[in-house]
């Protein structure tokens, strides 16, 4: 090794004993003779000395020191003299009094500063990123992520599970995302498919008698930019067999409160994890992704608004829609510049509007009077209604009730957002709690307007619940689905379900997605084959441990997670990848481009540096 010891280990014990140090000059200051260093490595920091009385060589190398370059000294530890330790440092107490150094390499100017944390143009960041990487939020964040992914691993392996890895040149795995293909050079014409996950190869699995599987696996999903989307994406993947809904949620919930705890000390959970029901975290949050650090519950205004003199209320619901609302709690002073932007708020939203209802003053609900109701609607709304709708929301006088009226979908999601941004502007979110919940019995089917088909709410291979698959021909959206997801703090973390594993059912399911019979027989055979050979029931689930990370490290930016990661267009800047390849390679796989020249140009936003606005 060229170090005894690293940089940010030293520490008071080792004074009085010569150590090796090798790491990067991170900041250099001359005082007069003497020349300091801070000397960083992975470790930290720590200040070595140059005093060209004791040695005059490694003093005159010292001076022509710059930010970045990498050397190696000898010297020996002292003691800091009085009043000049630093507190703030692990190192503080201390200093290595220099007699020799060796330059093991040299550095530019480096396109930003590595030991500030300054704001730096991201493009700029990742085209860079080995030295972003040095930055010590960054390296905090590679070194959590490790011990993250070592306890997964740890608690899984204490419990029986075999990590197993599965091919990533395979065929389609559909995720509900395109496939990212790799032309084959030895079969012409013919292309494997990265895997969106491992979805049928953890069943097959399964299938095989392993029992309990995971892997830290790599997912490919081609979809279209999206701010916390990447191309690719690690998930904890994970299958069990012979187990119920309750074994593989118990299983998670004992995992992330255990890993939690360990390593995220100052965050704090809800033990057990509330469960609550797609339709109940619908009803309640709009979402099936509720933020549950805050309230803010929202409640079904239809009846209410029916009986009004409103014809928003009472025509959207004649056509079917709803009307629904939350409270404001001490929002009732909100002046009209501000209701306004709230109404943008939801107008950017999909909403067509919203009806802010302010009661004013103090008191008693039951003892409101007309006076205090402040609302555009007003007119149209009798106290008794405006009492009620009060007493579903749970506001009070001194609140104010944010209402929309339209279909349900729409209505659902901007409201959702609104209730989000509602508990961002009046703090309610503690940003070190991690609100985790399960969500349970989602359908198993969503309509799709554009195409008039049923797609699946997750994927495929879920297994309906008891009861429910007499629906699967005659009524798919009623049927509900053996299907959970983790969420925590308006994120989804996990997504799983109890599987068919047998081979009539599955292919009524996929008769209900509308797939053909050759579609099925292409895709899914061997999953389908393996079912009538003894496949035993299984579940399991699949946690993203980007987003995982991104909740736990307080980060918005799922970039800020990943190593190496690309941009939000898919461009990798310290490769440029995707790029052009030789011509005869793409001879060798028999293709040919069809792309003019003008579409094979990279978008120049890409190599400008700004193709990461979001
Ligand atoms: N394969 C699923 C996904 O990637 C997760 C699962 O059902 O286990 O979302």
Redo the contacts with the bound molecule.
Sequence with gaps: MLKTISCGDVRAEHIGKTVTLAGWVNRRRDHGSLIFIDLRDREGLVQVVFNPENAPEAHGIAEQLRSEWVVQVIGEVTKRPEGSENPNLPTGQIEVAINQITVLNESKTPPFYINEESEVDEFIRLKYRYMDLRRPAMRDMIIMRHKVVKFIRDFLDERGFLEIETPILIKSTP?GARDYLVPSRLYPGRFYALP????QL?QLLMAAGVERYFQIAR?FRDEDPRADRQPEHT?L???MSFVEEDDVLNLIEELYTKLIEALFPEKWLVKPFPRLTYEESMALYGTDKPDMRFDLDMADLSDVGTQTEFRVFTSVVESGGIVKGFNAPGCATYSRRQTDELIDFVKARGAQGLVTISLTGEGDLDDLTEEQIRSGASRFLTVEQVKEMARRVEAQPGDMMLIVAGPAKSTNLALSLLRHEMGQRLGLADPNQVALAFVTDFPLFEYNDDDGTWDAM??A??MPKEGHEQFLETDPGRVLGKLYDLVANGSEL????I?IHKRELQERVFKVLGYSKEQVAERFDQLLTAFEYGTPPHG???PGIDRLLMVLMGKDNIRDVIAFPKTQSGFDPLFEAPNVVEQSQLEDLHIQITANEEERQLDPALTEGNALAE
Excluded: N, T, V, Y
């Design positions: 995720e969106q996950s491992p979805q953890k997912c998930q993947d994970l299958e997750h994927h291979f879920s996990a997504s799983g379900s599987r399991g689930i699949a």
